[in-house]
């Protein structure tokens, strides 16, 4: 079974630092672009950063300056380190990536989401 599995989420205090980390396990033939979404409460579900397989990242602009992503696709995972975290940072972080998997002899390629991480930013 092809999953996405986060784990790092908590409670942190304003001004304070979190890792998130995301792995794909399964009968995975090869990794896309790989991301995280948040989604807080009333609100719809955003993009903060991507890392395709080659090339820049990309952030949302209320992030920039203190959230970074990177991958390692030895290890199949992808990271988010959030520094300087605010209370407005408070939401479900969504692990998301393209995966090419193995469907019989088949090769097939889609979007794939995690279970979400709650990341909470209060004192």
């Known amino acids: 079974q092809v999953q996405l599995v986060e784990s790092g989420g908590g409670l942190v205090q304003p001004g304070g630092s979190m890792r998130l980390s995301c792995t794909a396990s399964g009968s995975i033939y090869s990794i896309g672009i790989m991301g995280w979404y948040r989604q807080a409460p009333g609100k719809q579900r955003e993009l903060v950063a991507a890392?395709?397989?080659?090339?820049?990242?990309t952030y949302a602009d209320s992030v920039k300056g203190r959230f970074t992503i990177s991958r390692d696709n030895a290890k199949k995972t992808v990271y988010l380190q959030m520094n300087s975290l605010k209370p407005d940072d408070t939401a479900v972080y969504y692990c998301?990536?393209?995966?090419?998997?193995?469907?019989?002899?088949?090769?097939?390629?889609?979007?794939?989401w995690g279970q979400g991480t709650q990341v909470t930013v209060s004192s």
């Open positions: 890392v395709p397989s080659g090339g820049s990242t």
């Open positions: 998301n990536a393209d995966l090419t998997v193995y469907t019989g002899p088949l090769r097939r390629t889609r979007a794939y």
